[in-house]
């Protein structure tokens, strides 16, 4: 799932882009949520769309401390990137309970991380 608050056609250029369009069962867009994050309303339609996940099945993963703040108020875990540009300090106060340099930190230390939990 790509929580995403981008515009759909954005989106789907970004999606192409990166070349992860094979590995993106659904997504939502900025059309699935009244607030943007730091507002937890672009979780909660992910969730919806996830379905029978419970809460504590998922796991946000973001590079920026309004993804946390986000995720945190939709009662959701979430890992913080540092490639976004924040610093670690600022990613832990918005909530993150694990950071990674970005995806690649992420994927070698994958089997510790809350993903694999």
Known sequence: MLASSAE???LK???KLAGI???IESYTSSE???KSKPHPDIFQA???KLGKLRKSEVVVVGDSPFDAQGATRAGLKSIGFLSGGFTRAQLR???VCEIYRDPADLLKKFDR???AK
């Open 8 to 10: 759909e056609s954005e």
């Open 13 to 15: 250029k970004y999606v």
């Open 21 to 23: 369009g094979d590995l």
């Open 32 to 34: 699935d949520a009244q």
């Open 46 to 48: 992910a969730l919806k």
């Open 93 to 95: 106060r918005a909530g």
């Open 113 to 115: 991380s809350l993903l």
